[in-house]
């Protein structure tokens, strides 16, 4: 089974933080992404990485940057935290045929 | 107009009920569809793929209306166990593998 792990599963930052979330994936699989999950919002890209060294803006990449220096690293990161970035978030990783996405168990963030 | 869009519900249903959901896409050149599964405080994961054909696996059942742009989800005989979010999941096929989700349509089964 493929493997999406991601590093913390519960985080609380305080307002104007660096923040880092990592996501590691073990099935050598080309494709990963960011979402965050909110409430009446469901599942909203934040940004995806096609390649190593490859990003691609997602629907709400504001605030938001990201990093993948190795094919099975995927890291989001929030350059200055703020209260309404408080959310779910979740990594995802797929082979390039279209089979769908498997999640890691998502990183809870709270910041204050 | 959003990309996918379901009913989120909540449906409240007995035990051993049918019950089914929907889910219309905007985008006509879609290609893949999925429901996935979500319990409260979890990751979604895959329930099954949507085929051209429509699929069953066990008491669930996927069908794809290409002409109407929807997909729908039966669960027949439904067990306690089923309670969880169902999202509905669409590839657009304009840019690889970007897949969007519909919000969720929320199931309780009551004994």
């Known amino acids: 089974d493929v493997k999406v792990t991601q590093s913390s599963r519960y985080l609380v930052k305080r307002t104007g933080e660096k923040v880092f979330l990592e996501c590691v994936q073990d099935?050598?699989?080309?494709?990963m992404f960011w979402y965050r999950q909110d409430p009446g919002l469901g599942l909203r890209l934040i940004y995806f990485?096609?390649?190593?060294?490859?990003?691609e803006k997602g629907d709400i990449p504001e605030g938001y940057s990201v990093s993948r220096e190795k094919k099975e690293r995927f890291s989001l990161i929030l350059e200055s935290a703020s209260t309404n970035q408080t959310s779910m978030y979740l990594c995802?990783?797929?082979?390039?045929?279209?089979?769908?996405?498997?999640f890691g168990s998502g990183t809870r963030l709270t910041v204050v | 107009r959003k990309e996918v869009e379901q009913d989120p519900g909540p449906f409240n249903v007995p035990e051993g009920a049918t019950v089914a959901f929907n889910c219309t896409y905007s985008?006509?050149?879609?290609?893949?569809f999925f429901w996935y599964r979500q319990d409260c405080r979890k990751e979604p994961k895959l329930l099954m793929s949507?085929?051209?054909s429509g699929n069953e696996d066990g008491r669930f059942t996927a069908q794809l209306n290409r002409a109407s742009q929807y997909i729908s989800l039966l669960i027949r005989d439904s067990k306690l166990s089923d309670s969880a979010t169902y999202l509905c999941?669409?590839?657009?096929?304009?840019?690889?593998?970007?897949?969007?989700f519909g919000t969720g349509t929320s199931l309780t089964v009551i004994p």
């Open positions: 995802a990783s797929s082979p390039g045929d279209w089979n769908g996405y498997t």
């Open positions: 099935m050598d699989h080309e494709n």
């Open positions: 990485s096609y390649d190593v060294k490859m990003k």
């Open positions: 985008n006509s050149a879609s290609q893949s």
């Open positions: 949507v085929y051209s």
């Open positions: 999941v669409v590839n657009m096929g304009n840019t690889g593998n970007q897949f969007y």
